[in-house]
């Protein structure tokens, strides 16, 4: 379990670097090696130009016109979507953070990118780009910033989180619930300056000594077996709990 809103700050700043980035890309080759790109347009008018009626290589200014659909309309419909499905896959990096292999945020990151990419490809980017003579230089570039995306997923991810381990002086006496969830001897990740409760689960002959919080974590109480906890730093948990006499 991780951040899901972490995960969607860092989606929002890496999705519209991403998306915006290839877009650019697109549309400055499409600039660069317009001759080809409406040869292109030509071949594959049905499938990828939406306004207008149809055309051939003989009507007056038709290729300008899908020339100009595409840049203006298209591509920035796509990158919209493209927001969308990273921003989606940001949060779901941020929910399942702490379950993903890796032993670091880029390595965690880094795969779910390439997930990201692929998704975008399959809904139509990938279409679009070989329906171009150019297409392999798309897909070169697309693929170098797919990396890039994940690099910054996973490092502003990082900054927008901190870790605090969860500990038990009695494992079998008291259990450490979190939000719900049972995080005994564990380390999870929350989001920065954010509250979670914080509650000890015990057995009927226990009797519960108190919290002791280390490192950026507050709590409200110490004293009390229920309680909320304020992650700002890193730092860790440490229930106490002895025996009934």
């Given at each position: 379990?991780?951040?899901?809103?972490?995960?969607?700050?860092?989606?929002?700043?890496?999705?519209?670097?991403?998306?915006?980035?290839?877009?650019?890309?697109?549309?400055?080759?499409m600039?660069?090696?317009?001759?080809?790109?409406?040869?292109?347009?030509?071949?594959?008018?049905?499938?990828?130009?939406?306004?207008?009626?149809?055309?051939?290589?003989?009507?007056?200014?038709?290729?300008?016109?899908?020339?100009?659909?595409?840049?203006?309309?298209?591509?920035?419909?796509?990158?919209?979507?493209?927001?969308?499905?990273?921003?989606?896959?940001?949060?779901?990096?941020?929910?399942?953070?702490?379950?993903?292999?890796?032993?670091?945020?880029?390595?965690?990151?880094?795969?779910?990118?390439?997930?990201?990419?692929?998704?975008?490809?399959v809904?139509?980017?990938?279409?679009?780009f070989?329906d171009?003579?150019?297409?392999?230089?798309?897909y070169?570039?697309?693929?170098?910033?797919?990396?890039?995306?994940?690099?910054?997923?996973?490092?502003?991810?990082?900054?927008?989180?901190?870790?605090?381990?969860?500990?038990?002086?009695?494992?079998?006496?008291?259990?450490?619930?979190?939000?719900?969830?049972?995080?005994?001897?564990?380390?999870?990740?929350?989001?920065?300056?954010?509250?979670?409760?914080?509650r000890?689960?015990?057995?009927?002959?226990?009797?519960?000594?108190?919290w002791?919080?280390?490192?950026?974590?507050?709590?409200?109480?110490?004293?009390?077996?229920?309680?909320?906890?304020?992650?700002?730093?890193?730092?860790?948990?440490?229930?106490?709990?002895?025996?009934?006499?």
């Amino acid at each position: 379990m991780g951040s899901f809103f972490a995960g969607i700050k860092a989606g929002t700043l890496g999705g519209i670097i991403y998306v915006s980035g290839t877009a650019f890309f697109l549309v400055a080759m499409m600039y660069v090696f317009r001759a080809d790109a409406n040869s292109s347009l030509l071949r594959s008018f049905n499938q990828i130009c939406v306004s207008g009626q149809p055309i051939n290589s003989t009507t007056t200014g038709s290729v300008g016109d899908c020339f100009d659909s595409i840049v203006q309309g298209l591509i920035p419909a796509g990158a919209t979507v493209g927001f969308f499905v990273s921003l989606f896959y940001a949060g779901a990096f941020g929910v399942y953070f702490d379950y993903l292999p890796g032993k670091s945020a880029l390595l965690k990151a880094e795969p779910l990118a390439v997930v990201c990419g692929l998704s975008l490809l399959v809904i139509g980017l990938g279409q679009l780009f070989s329906d171009f003579s150019f297409g392999v230089a798309l897909y070169a570039f697309f693929a170098a910033w797919t990396v890039l995306f994940g690099v910054i997923l996973g490092r502003l991810y990082t900054r927008y989180t901190r870790v605090v381990r969860f500990q038990s002086e009695n494992p079998d006496l008291l259990r450490v619930i979190v939000d719900g969830r049972d995080f005994t001897g564990k380390s999870r990740t929350f989001a920065t300056t954010s509250n979670h409760k914080l509650r000890a689960r015990v057995s009927d002959d226990t009797s519960f000594k108190g919290w002791a919080a280390s490192g950026g974590v507050t709590l409200e109480d110490p004293k009390s077996f229920e309680t909320v906890m304020e992650v700002n730093g890193e730092g860790s948990v440490n229930g106490k709990v002895g025996k009934k006499h």
